[in-house]
């Protein structure tokens, strides 16, 4: 029991592989998020090669983290003026945790117990990877307490009692159609039944995976849904919308927390 408890505290519950993997032997998708939603380029606002100075890419992440918090208050101010809609609210938000949070932990080592707090300085396990995006994009929320749940727990947690939509197929092919049929532009939580944890991006019609991937690169990766190996090993998941989830956007606004 003590020994269950232990690893439990180091969320290690969130990414039990339903079968072995002996070798890591394929490629991974291109890692940069597509330009939408009238965003800039990924690569014009960001780009890290492996010489980059770690101490650069934290200082990066320090001030984008700046930079999201100076956003919710703009973006508050002009929502009680009425001069921004809630919609564009939702856009902004996506466009700053996709394209400028997100992308400083590509490349960061996945491991059971990864938890920094950096990117690409330590490892980062996949419930750690969504807790502390979130918390450094604005939201208040408790990371560790977060990252140990399970995958459903999770998705209740981040939901603040929207709609969870669990998908159930016998096949990754049946999988994927629901699941594309169920999802609109925009990012999503996914969790794939008490295995793994990682985001559902959806960008001009196609499905990506942005998640810490226990298979290879063995790192936080992007890749397309229907090409990953994790996505094929799995046949449920729970599915929660982030970038049109009301409740959640206006708790960020608000300073309020997410339990």
């Known amino acids: 029991m003590f020994l269950f408890s232990l690893l439990l505290s180091f969320g290690f519950t969130n990414e039990i592989s339903p079968k072995i993997e002996s070798a890591v032997d394929y490629t991974s998708v291109v890692e940069n998020p597509l330009p939408v939603f009238k965003s800039s380029s990924f690569k014009k606002e960001l780009s890290f090669d492996f010489n980059t100075d770690l101490d650069s890419i934290a200082e990066s992440y320090a001030s984008t983290k700046i930079d999201a918090r100076e956003l919710r208050l703009r973006l508050k101010e002009d ?88 998908v159930v197929q016998d096949t990754p092919e049946k999988a994927f159609e629901e699941i594309d049929g169920l999802t609109k532009e925009g990012l999503y939580f996914i969790g794939f039944d008490e295995g793994h944890v990682g985001y559902l991006l959806k960008r001009k019609g196609e499905l990506f995976l942005i998640h810490s991937n226990y298979l290879n690169p063995v790192s936080v990766c992007m890749e397309t849904l229907k090409e990953s190996r994790v996505f094929k090993r799995f046949t449920t998941f729970h599915l929660v919308d982030i970038s049109h989830n009301d409740t959640l956007l206006q708790r960020w606004l608000d300073n309020g927390t997410v339990l």
């Not at 990864?114 to 208040?140: E, W």
């Open 79 to 166: 929502l009680k003026l009425g001069t921004i809609s809630f919609d564009k609210i939702k856009t902004e938000f996506t466009n700053q945790l996709v394209d400028k949070i997100i992308p400083h932990w590509y490349g960061t080592p996945w491991s059971f117990g990864g938890h920094t707090t950096v990117p690409n300085q330590g490892k980062i396990a996949c419930g750690y990877f969504i807790s502390t995006t979130l918390r450094d994009m604005g939201i208040k929320l408790n990371r560790f307490t977060l990252a140990q749940k399970s995958p459903l727990d999770e998705a209740k947690m981040i939901s603040c009692g929207s709609v969870i939509n669990k």
